[in-house]
Structures are given as structure tokens and as C-alpha cells.
């Protein structure tokens, strides 16, 4: 009998590494019940809460071809932990194609009472993703009421210590200091990108300077010292890089600059000019 493997893994909460042994271990269940194993699926780094998985999808195409006879899973959890999506799923591979679909690690009977217990395990898949973000809610609530970092990208011109408190980047910092200064002097935001990308500085992000990440960078009120959640803000909740002085300046500037006449609008006749409005 032929069968292929279906992997994934969670990045908030396995390793890379998850996908081979993964893979190992369904392959051994595969050597030991006769089946040839004659595709691979993986799904890396996306959450099993939707469906929104490219080897998932391509797999459930792949099953209406009718070439291999069974979906060998390390475990159901790793099919999905969408409850609903994952019985759907589940038909259209069983029902609707006629292939069946394991779990190496529970093992469910093809009657009643084992289709029963799947489900089971899938509503605890559901329940475990479901509890997990509660917590990591109520973490992230908590951190915040300490003005403690909550995870997710870190502003230029910051660092975290191993207790989650913001501290100043000695290296970074005077980028900061650097772009905020040239805006406040005159510079034009293209001007300060071109100069920053030539001497090879990269965003938070670790990618070249554009508009678009510099006007985010002049607004930030971190800068001056604000700790931001969810739209509260904290005055003196993280150390400040920018002078109240110099963000203002810079501010006002930006605020002119958006106000200003559009000097670079094309002077020129559009095919619909005076026919729409």
C-alpha cells in the first residue's frame, strides 16, 4: 500500500527540528505496517488553527487523484487544532476519497468508538491552542502593566535584559538620535534613507531603509520614552533616546511636510481628465 507523510510544526511552540523526527517516526510506523511511503508534506512555522497551510491544501488536491492510500500523521494535533476544519479535513480525505488518514501516536481503530476518540483528541487539540492563547494573553496583559517587553519586533535603539525590561542599545541608539536629528535639520525622509542604506544600517527588522519604515520611526513615541499597549500609554515607561524638544520639532516638521502642496504631482493630461470626477 502507498501513503504519504503530513508534518508540521507551530513556531510559538516547536522546534525546526520537529519536522524530521516527525518525519522519522511515521516513517517507522510506514516500515512496520507495509506501506511505501511516497510523498512528504511540511508545513513549517504555521499555526494549525487554520487552514491557511500550502502543503495542507495541496495534500487534500493531491487525495482526490486517488495514488496513495493512506495520510500517516505524527499526531492529530499536527493535522489541525481547528476543530471544525479538522473534521472537515478529515472527510474529504476519508469519506469523500476513500484514503485513510493515521495518527502514528494514538492509533485510532477504523470503527465507531475509535472515530470517536479522534474526535476527541481533536477537540483537546482545539482546547490545548484555545487555553494556550488565553495564557499567553493573560502573560502579555501582565507584562505590560510592568511595562515590560510583550514579545514581537523590539524598536531601533532598544535592547531587552534577561528580565524583559526595555533598555537602550549603546549601538543602535545613536542611529535613532542620527535620523531624528537630520529630519529636524532639513533632510527629507528619501534623503535620510539613501544616506542610511549607503553606509549599510538595517532596520529593527534587519532590512534596508525606506519612506514608509522612517516615517514610522519619526512617530514613535517609545522615542521619547512612552510605553505603548494596546492603545494605553505609559509616560516614562521606557528609557527615552529623543528630547521632548527634538521630537516636537520633528513632529511639526512632518506635519507641515503633510500639509504642504503636492510639488510633485504629474503636470500632465490623464485619459479620463475632465470626464471623471
Known amino acids: 500500500m502507498k501513503a504519504v507523510i503530513y508534518a508540521r510544526y507551530s513556531s510559538s511552540a516547536q522546534r525546526a527540528a520537529s519536522i524530521p523526527e516527525q518525519i522519522k517516526t511515521c516513517q517507522e510506523y510506514a516500515d512496520r505496517n507495509n506501506y511505501t511511503i511516497v510523498g512528504i508534506y511540511k508545513d513549517m512555522a504555521l499555526t494549525g488553527t487554520n487552514d491557511k497551510r500550502p502543503a495542507l491544501q495541496k495534500l487534500l488536491k493531491d487525495c482526490s487523484k486517488k495514488q496513495f492510500d493512506a495520510v500517516i500523521v505524527y499526531s492529530i494535533d499536527r493535522f489541525g487544532r481547528n476543530l471544525r476544519q479538522s473534521l472537515e479535513n478529515a472527510d474529504k480525505i476519508e469519506s469523500v476519497n476513500g484514503i485513510s488518514l493515521i495518527s502514528v501516536?494514538?492509533?485510532?481503530?477504523?470503527?465507531?468508538?475509535?472515530?470517536?476518540?479522534?474526535?476527541?483528541?481533536?477537540?483537546?487539540?482545539?482546547?490545548?491552542?484555545?487555553?494556550?492563547?488565553?495564557?499567553?494573553?493573560?502573560?502579555?496583559?501582565?507584562?505590560?502593566?510592568?511595562?515590560?517587553?510583550?514579545?514581537?519586533?523590539?524598536?531601533?535603539?532598544?535592547?531587552?535584559?534577561?528580565?524583559?525590561?526595555?533598555?537602550?542599545?549603546?549601538?543602535?541608539?545613536?542611529?535613532?538620535?542620527?535620523?531624528?536629528?537630520?529630519?529636524?535639520e532639513g533632510k527629507t525622509v528619501t534623503?535620510?534613507?539613501?544616506?542610511?542604506?549607503?553606509?549599510?544600517?538595517?532596520?529593527?527588522?534587519?532590512?534596508?531603509?525606506?519612506?514608509?519604515?522612517?516615517?514610522?520611526?519619526?512617530?514613535?513615541?517609545?522615542?521619547?520614552?512612552?510605553?505603548?499597549?494596546?492603545?494605553?500609554?505609559?509616560?516614562?515607561?521606557?528609557?527615552?533616546?529623543i528630547s521632548d524638544e527634538l521630537f516636537n520639532k520633528v513632529a511639526e516638521r512632518m506635519e507641515k511636510n503633510r500639509t504642504a502642496p503636492d510639488r510633485s504631482r504629474a503636470k500632465i493630461e490623464y485619459l479620463l481628465t475632465t470626464k471623471l470626477f
Do not use: W
Not at 535603539?157 to 524583559?164: I, R, S
Not at 514613535?220 to 521606557?238: A, D, L, Q, S
Open 105 to 184: 501516536t494514538e492509533q485510532f481503530t477504523n470503527d465507531p468508538s475509535g472515530r470517536f476518540f479522534r474526535n476527541i483528541m481533536m477537540s483537546y487539540a482545539q482546547y490545548y491552542s484555545d487555553e494556550l492563547s488565553v495564557k499567553i494573553k493573560r502573560g502579555m496583559d501582565y507584562n505590560a502593566e510592568k511595562c515590560l517587553c510583550t514579545g514581537g519586533n523590539i524598536a531601533l535603539g532598544f535592547k531587552v535584559d534577561q528580565n524583559k525590561h526595555f533598555q537602550i542599545d549603546p549601538e543602535t541608539a545613536p542611529i535613532v538620535k542620527k535620523i531624528f536629528e537630520m529630519y529636524a
Open 191 to 241: 534623503q535620510i534613507a539613501a544616506y542610511l542604506n549607503a553606509q549599510g544600517i538595517k532596520t529593527s527588522r534587519g532590512i534596508p531603509f525606506n519612506k514608509n519604515s522612517l516615517h514610522t520611526m519619526l512617530k514613535n513615541k517609545r522615542y521619547i520614552g512612552v510605553y505603548t499597549y494596546k492603545g494605553k500609554e505609559t509616560p516614562g515607561g521606557i528609557p527615552r533616546i
